[in-house]
């Protein structure tokens, strides 16, 4: 079964902090997603990456910064966390250009 | 650019009646088709897909979904739902690009007792 693991599934931040969010993959996927999950807004998209050390903006990458620099890893950096990122965060592999993604148990993250 | 369309935020069904779910899609071509469902908490699980072929397609659950590209539908339908199935429900399509999906805004099953 393919597998992807997001390291917090509850995290508490205070305004300003930097938080680190992590996503693991074991399939050897080339692509890995982040989205954001707010209610009536669905998925959208922040950035994507196609292969280590690239990245590309999705829909919403304001206030937010990625890193890939193994294969298998894939974080989402908040520089300077805010109450209006308060939200779930869902990361997703696929093979490179296949449709389907494979989703992580999200992380419900709090800035207070 | 592509976009899904669920019209429905929420619906409200009994327990043993049947489902409809509704998704509309805006794509140039026949896109890839993805019905998701999430339980409160939890992350996305695959319900079924459709990719070309036969447009009436399985999935787990005993869902299923048909493909009408007249209409640029892809709706997904259970004969008789449970009250396991009360979740959020989301529509999503590829266009084969790198981008990964673009997903609807989801709609939110209740399942009356």
């Not at chain 2, 429905?8 to 069904?13: K, L």
């Not at chain 2, 009994?14 to 509309?24: D, I, K, P, Q």
């Not at chain 2, 319900?47 to 787990?60: A, E, H, M, P, R």
Request: proline content about 4%; aromatic content about 12%; charged content about 20%.
């Amino acid at each position: 079964d393919v597998k992807v693991t997001q390291s917090s599934r509850y995290l508490v931040k205070r305004t300003g902090e930097k938080v680190f969010l992590e996503c693991v993959q074991d399939m050897d996927h080339e692509n890995m997603f982040w989205y954001r999950q707010d209610p009536g807004l669905g998925l959208r998209l922040i950035y994507f990456s196609y292969d280590v050390k690239m990245k590309e903006k999705g829909d919403i990458p304001e206030g937010y910064s990625v890193s890939r620099e193994k294969k298998e890893r894939f974080s989402l950096i908040l520089e300077s966390a805010s109450t209006n990122q308060t939200s779930m965060y869902l990361c997703a592999s696929s093979f490179d250009r296949a449709p389907e993604a494979f989703f992580g148990q999200g992380t419900r993250l709090t800035v207070v | 650019a592509q976009s899904v369309t669920q019209p429905d935020i929420h619906i409200t069904v009994s327990e043993g009646a049947s489902l409809e779910l509704r998704c509309n899609y805006s794509y140039g071509a026949t896109p890839y088709l993805f019905w998701y469902v999430q339980s409160p908490g939890q992350g996305l699980q695959l319900l079924l897909k459709y990719f070309s072929g036969d447009t009436l397609v399985q999935g787990i659950k005993g869902f299923e979904a048909e493909f009408k590209r007249s209409q640029s539908s892809f709706n997904l339908r259970k004969p008789s739902v449970h009250w396991s199935d009360a979740a959020e429900y989301f529509c999503a399509v590829h266009g084969g690009g790198a981008d990964g999906l673009t997903f609807g805004k989801g709609t939110h099953l209740i399942i009356q007792p």
